[in-house]
Each structure stands twice: as structure tokens, then as C-alpha cells.
């Protein structure tokens, strides 16, 4: 894939109220550049519906709706439902959802959503916790993350569970095309929308968008983060088209998950004593399992 | 004119849906409302009903997903019931900020708990703040014409507010009585399609749902409020314009029943209101100066035309199917409040009667009016929020 294949028109345009370095601003530029103007976004409630609405302030240049934190499946399913009676199904519905909204609260609707077969790409963009409200864990966080609802203390290590396996529930709840993305990985991202845009069925992307004020890193540092994250495995990257897996991103020489643990600030408590070196081993653990599972 | 059948009315506000011609229904089954989702569903598998019919995963997701059709721009219809009324809820505020005139059938029912499926009006009173307009029908005729004179109210331009529908479970869904249909060219011409102002497409890209600070949601809040306040005009010259078309007049935003020299009037929603005019009949007969107010919109509330219709009469008996835990009923909270700058006005017994489907009967309504009258004659009114028809063992204990 060359950069010329990416449109240069924006369609998530500046003046938007993004932290700085947000992953997520990224992602959603580099969405909709691969989209294309013949969509109909639905955003929850999140970072991004926050930051991207403000009245009269929208970034906006396709028609977008923020209804409420869990339930954009469900109205994405009902703007598909009213296309289709419009016979306008050429205009692709896609909802971009934040690892919260997702893997928590709207759960069961976007699983409703797959059931029913709605012709709708649903993105999540997942930097792991409830970044909006000031970086409370998820189902997304990671085992060992230290956030502001499982803080590291003096009997604590952090979120004492692994992160949920979402794109594993959407193949088997018979999404058509599954896939996971990162933003330090654009040319992999545009490959993998273009490709879910052109599905007729429900198809589902996960986009890991690290977030400096939560994930704790300088600014200018989130494409490196990401990037890191995806080199230790912990982040694989990889399609399941049908439920099974048909491609991954090879690591070829990967890093040791310290790497990456000692790069963002909500991990740092791992390495204040000794007590964190049988979580950091679990962790790592859990990185040889996904170059197993996903063949990375 | 249109034809008539005897049929169950909840297959008669199908027929009225279907006349009315949506273009999405979703939908979550619950008792007392599920045959009119049935019917729908029915009429869809036939090719009588042109619609894409959407199963929904919870009621929550019923409301999302006419949410998500509505803002698209094209005409919606869902119905719920009791506990989903509730899990709609979030969504239900949603809709009227959004300003999307969906309409939706409330089957009246309990809230849990006690869990029950009779009838009361908690549910859909409970929405009463939502920026949802409320109307409330007394028989099988008014269930079938209400929801099409409810689409030509939500989706007028200067409204744009979802409107609910509230039908009695059990004694309005689930009885047979015969319906007169309309001829579907005549709710055609009644009734165009709809054309919203705005909607989403790709051909003209805008944002909604947008996060508005405190410089402007105030005057968001403003205009939903105003919008409302309009519809009282507008449902006056929508139920005319009804009634030229085809003979049929349930009330405007009120009706009113041998009010004109009446010293007690009663106030009431729903089914009930039926049984208070036979009741009142008969006293009548007997020289009881009596009268009934149907109050048919609940939101907007026609505070004004309720002043109009009960001024001359001493005592007001207002029945609510609810109780506001803590306070009394919702609707004599209303009238209370409606009345109380006015210098010379009468007095108001508020009575929780018919709570959890507990029989409202003719004697239920003769007792009602010998407690008004005792509150005439003494010149007081005893307990502000009187529970009628409730076992003495409770009370006293």
C-alpha cells in the first residue's frame, strides 16, 4: 500500500478539543479518510463525542450522531434498517465506539447488533480504560494496569483480571469480518477499514489507541507506545474473516513486555518493588500466548 | 367510509400503525403490549406492510433503534410496557432532545415490585419530565384514531417531539369491541408522508447529538418546552380536522362530560373514564350535579383548559392510577398546581384508586363523590391523597 492510496481530503477536520498526542483523533482521521464521504457515523458517549461535538464547533464533514453511551449498535442497527427502506444501502453505516462503551455497557447491543446481521461496521477504539471520566479500568484494561478504580497500593498491584477478548465474542456471535488494527500501524488500519466498509455483513474493528494523560506518556510518544505494544505482542494485530483467522501482523524480533511496561506511566508500580516481577512474568506469559495463538 | 370489525384492540392500533405506514418498527416483546407487535410482525410477513421490522435485544435497543431510523428521516413505531417503559427511559429523553417524533403505544401496566401485569398508570407517568408528550385513550375507537392523529402532532415541524400513546393493559389491549377502519386513502390524505426538516445523509452531512455547554443547553431546554406548549393548539385543529374527516371527536386535550352546572367534577385518564360516565349518569338521574373531566394529553399539560372546565364547580375529584411514593398522586399534583393562583377555586381530592388493576367499579365512583360531597359540606378536604378501596387491616396497621 503506497500513501498516495490514502484520500488527502479530511473528513475529521482540526478545532476539535483532543488531548494532545490522542490516539484516538488518529484513528478517526485515518477512518474516515479511508470511508470516504458516503457514511453515517454513530459515536457513544466517550472521549471522542466529548472532545469532537462541542455545538456549533462540529469536525465533522459527514452526518454523525452521538445518541448515548451503550447504545450506538443499536441505532447504527436503526439508520441501516431506514437505508435500507430508503434503498440506500450504499451508504455504509459505522459506529466508533470507545473500549467502554464496547466492551462494558453497550455489550449486549452490539451483539445484538451482529445477531441481526446489520450491514454496519462497528469500531472500537480501545485505549483501555474509561479515559473520559478520568482513567477508571474497563473490561479492556489489562491485568496489572494500575488505574484509578484499581489503583496500586499497598495490597494492590493493579486489575487483578485479563483483558476480555471482544474480537474473539464478535467472530463467534458470526461477525463476517473481524479484525484487529493500531494506531501506529496506519497502512495495516486503512487496509483493514477499506476492507470492512466493502463487507455486506456486520463486521467489527478493534483499534488499539494509546492515550497519553491516561496510559501516562509524553505526548509526542503515543505512535511509539503503540508501536511497542504491538513489537512485545500484547497487542497482536490480525483479521478473522468467517470466525477464523486468515491473517497477522508478524512480529519478526520481539521485545520483552518491560519494554513496553516501563514506557507507559499506569504500569510503573511493577517496578517499585519486588512484588511486581511475578505480574510483569504473567504478563509476558500472556504475550508468548498471543504469538501462539495468532502465529505473530 | 371505512369499514367495521370486531377485533381485539391491540389488532385495531395495528391496523392504525399500518395505515399510518412506517417505514421501521423495532420492538421488544412484554406483556400487556405484545399482540400489537404480533399483528405488526403479521402484517410484515404478508406484504400488507411495507417495513423493515427489526426484533430488538432488549427495549432499550427497540428505543435506540427507532432512534437511529427516525434521525435518518424516516416515520418509526415501537411499544412497550411496565419495566421496558423504564429501560426505554434513558433513551425516551434522549428522543425528545434529539427532537424525533417517533410514536410509540404504551400498554399501561405495573412497575416491579411487586412484580404484576395489571393495570396502573405508573409506567408511562413516570416518564412525565422527558420532553415525551403523553395521551391518554378511553376506548377500542379512540385507541385506533389517537395513534394516527398522535403522527400528524409529533411530526408537525414546529414540534418534533416523540409522542406516547397510553392504552390500559388487559382492559383496553386485550378486549374485543368493534373498531371502525379507516379507508387508507383518507388516512393518506390526512396524513402524508413524512418529510423531516432534517435528517442524516451523506448528501447534506450535519452533527446530532452535539455536547452543548452551559451558554446554550438552557435554550435548548427552552424550545423543547415551547414546542411543547404548541402542540396545545395544534392537537385542537389536528382532532377538527379528524372529526371533518371522518365524524370522530374523542376530546381535544381535554373532553368534557356534563360539566356545565356540575358542583363535583371528577378528573381521570384511561379506560376508567368510561365507567365514570355511566356513573355519572345515573346520578345525574338521581339530582346529583356531577361532571368528568377525560383528561386526554397528560403532556402537554392543559392547565388552562382544565381551569375552564372546572371553575364553577365546588370540589374536584381527581383519580390517579399512581402514586408518587412519598407525595401522592401525579396528575392531582398537576391540578393542585394549575389552580392554586386562581383567587376563588375549588377544593381538590386527590384519590389513589385502581393501583395495580384494583377494580374501579360504578360504586368506586359513587364513593369518590360522597367524599367530595362531605369535603363540600364541611368546607375541607380530610386527607389530601385518599387511597380508595384499601383493606382497613393495612390502613390501621
Redesign the interface.
Known sequence: MAIDEIAEEELFVSGHRACMGCGEAIATRLILKTTG????V?TATGCL??FA????A?P?????????F??AA?????????????HQER?KVVVIAGDGATFDIGF??L??MV??RHNVLYICYDNEAYMNTGYQRSGATMYGTSTTTTPAGKFSLGKVQPKKDVPAMMAANGADYVATASVSYPWDLVKKVKKAVESKGPSYIQIHTPCPTGHGFPENKTIEIGRIAVQTGLVPLYEMEKGKLTSSEKIGRRKPVEDYLKSVGWFKHLFVTGDGAAVVKEIQRSADENVAKFNL | MGKTKVMEISRGIAEAIKACRPQVISAYPITPQTHIIEHLAQMVADGELDCEFVSADSEFAAASIVHGASATGVRTYTASASQGLLLMTEVLWNMAGTRLPVVLTGANRVVSAPISIQVDHQDTLSLRDSGVMQMYVEDAQEAYDAHIQAYKLAEDPDILLPILVCVDGWSLTHTWEPIELLDQGLVDEFLPPYHPVQYLTPDNPITYGSYADDGILMEFKYMMHRAMNCAKNKVVKIVDEFNEMCGRHHGGLIQEYRTDDAKICMLAMGSIVGTIKVAIDEMRAEGIKVGLVKVRFYRPFPADELIKAVKNAQCIAVIDRDVSVGAGGALSADVKAALCNLSDRPLVLGCLAGIGGREITKSTVRSIVANAQRAIDTGRVEETDEWIGLNPEVREG
Do not use: Q
Request: positive net charge; without cysteine.
Open positions: 464521504k458516503n457514511v453515517i454513530v463525542e466529548t461535538s462541542r455545538y456549533l462540529s465533522w464533514k459527514v452526518p454523525w450522531i452521538h445518541p448515548l451503550e447504545n443499536a441505532v447504527a442497527s436503526g439508520v441501516e434498517a431506514a437505508l435500507k427502506t430508503k451508504v449486549g447491543m451483539s445484538g445477531e441481526r
